[in-house]
């Protein structure tokens, strides 16, 4: 009789975990709600380091040479990496919420006009990324305007910290529906100004 191979521990993890992703894809493509939400447009979970890109130096280009391109072809004006010196200290921001309070304001505005190109003058190059991963998909319309239906309007500023180029600010608002919603957003800053890192929105429906 042929010999069975017996199926080690390892393997049968190894399985589990790929059949659970391609069902959590599965899943995202046909999410409605908060949790679409957080797919789309958050990345609040740290991301996987073997996996990213690496970062501008001073005069926009990768290291790796690659071109980090725009949609319409252009070099990315964005230069700001996400990481912070160890010994930065954590510090408030003002009650408005100042110059990181304004750019994201001016983020919510080009994000609601619908300008996409303009949006990738405003965030950090890993977001430009993201945003130009979503731009290939074919269900690209539905899920921006979904982006643009939840995103804050009557941004209020509720609270802020800055640490080195980093600031995280918490904002309330409502959605497009008339929904009170919330959002956290982190920003870096690039020399001369703050662009979007990461942005996690929730809404309560009553």
Known sequence: MPSSRATSPWTANIRTLVFRAMAFVAAASTLHGP???AILISADS?????KRKSQPDDNGSRPDGASGSTPNGARPTCHATDANDANDATDLLP??????????????AVL???????LT?????QRLDEIQALRQD?????????MQARSLRQARFVHGTLEGRRATLEFSGKDA???PATS??????????WLIATEWTSTSIH
């Open 35 to 37: 949790a679409a939400h």
């Open 46 to 50: 740290p991301p996987d380091m073997s």
């Open 95 to 108: 009650s408005d919420g100042g110059d990181p309070a304004r750019a994201y304001r001016a983020y919510l």
């Open 112 to 118: 609601q006009s619908g300008d996409v190109i303009g």
């Open 121 to 125: 003058r405003l965030v950090t190059l």
């Open 138 to 146: 074919k269900d690209f319309k539905p899920k921006f305007g979904f």
């Open 177 to 179: 529906a008339g929904n």
């Open 184 to 193: 956290r957003v982190t920003l870096v800053h690039d020399g001369d100004r």
